[in-house]
């Protein structure tokens, strides 16, 4: 056990159509997952921290214009993008976030600065844009963020809402987000997550992923978490914390509660899913959407990785 380490790693819950997906484009997606898996992977073999190899993992899905955080975010009903990232480290729940930032290339750095470099939690907009410079946290220009895809998904909604058509976008126009949790050789947990949030959002709408206990958590002694989907309910319902107390107060196993909670989820509207380690490194990745774009790795190197109600794929 004291050897054993695991990472999974989330690209976003929901509508996720087969019929609407290339061959192609699966295989981006497959290849997305792998690639973070991979560079989790790598810090952990090395004996690396689970913050380290989450950060390292986060980073890849950021730096991957297919999904909805850094690169390839979502726009604002305003045409503009705003972020939002976390970090948990369990050893101590030492925790940073981000929410509402435009332009540090990779949000989950900046989250990371917030953890490590201030007295701070979470910090939001101007000020968390004036922390990031002066913490030296690489920006990028505007362009670099931009992707044709979504700025379509964007006019797409706009439209529809000024003809009141009914909603029948697939999920994974309309948001998505990315994550990871891992155990590392010396029993710590973390968890980050980052996202652009949702397709059309108010300006300054925050969703579920920087609000602790709800999108993010990480605690030695029960579990790690980064969930995907509706933010509004999962922060309504507490959803991460509301595993991990399963499993502090009632004993539960992690998949017991993991699955539980994303199911009452799904019952009251909540969309979406989460990932999920225990501090024996058993992984439970449930969702009630009809796909999660996910993926797991241990310590054989051997990345698995799926996509729709299926199990996961060796790649
Ligand atoms: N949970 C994200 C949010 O509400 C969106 C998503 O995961 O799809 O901002």
């Not at 981006?28 to 921290?49: E, F």
């Not at 300006?203 to 579990?223: L, Q």
């Not at 990932?275 to 797991?296: C, E, H, K, T």
Request: contains cysteine; glycine residues 14%; hydrophobic residues 45%.
């Amino acid at each position: 056990m004291p050897d054993t380490f695991a990472l999974a790693v989330h690209g976003g819950a929901g509508t996720i159509r087969r019929e609407s997906m290339t061959p192609e484009a699966e295989a981006q997606y497959h290849a997305g997952l792998r690639d973070s898996l991979n560079a989790g992977h790598a810090v952990l073999a090395g004996g690396g921290s689970a913050l380290d190899a989450v950060t390292a993992a986060v980073m890849a899905l950021e730096d991957n214009p297919l999904f909805n955080a850094g690169r390839g975010a979502v726009f604002t009903r305003a045409g503009l993008q705003e972020m939002d990232a976390a970090v948990m480290r369990g050893e101590d729940r030492g925790a940073g976030a981000v929410a509402g930032i435009m332009g540090p290339r990779n949000p989950v750095q900046a989250a990371r600065a917030v953890l490590e470099n201030s007295e701070h939690v979470l910090l939001v907009g101007e000020g968390a844009m004036e922390f990031c410079r002066a913490q030296g946290i690489t920006f990028a220009p505007a362009g670099y963020f931009y992707t044709e895809r979504r700025w379509q998904a964007l006019q797409d909604e706009l439209a529809r809402q000024a003809s009141a058509a009914p909603d029948t976008r697939s999920d994974e126009a309309k948001h998505g987000t990315v994550g990871a949790v891992a155990r590392d050789r010396h029993g710590n947990l973390a968890a980050a997550t980052s996202t652009g949030g949702m397709t059309a959002k108010l300006p300054g709408r925050v969703g579920d992923s920087p609000v602790f206990g709800a999108g993010t958590w990480a605690d030695n002694e029960t579990c790690a978490i980064s969930a995907t989907g509706h933010g509004e309910y999962f922060i309504r319902w507490a959803a991460a914390h509301d595993i991990a107390a399963r499993m502090r107060y009632r004993g539960d196993a992690l998949d017991v509660a993991a699955e539980a909670v994303v199911e009452e989820l799904g019952r009251i509207g909540g969309s979406g899913g989460l990932i999920a380690i225990d501090a024996a490194g058993r992984v439970s990745l449930p969702f009630n959407s009809q796909g999660m774009y996910r993926g797991m790795i241990a310590a054989d190197g051997v990345a698995w990785t799926g996509i729709y109600r299926q199990p996961l794929q060796q790649g």
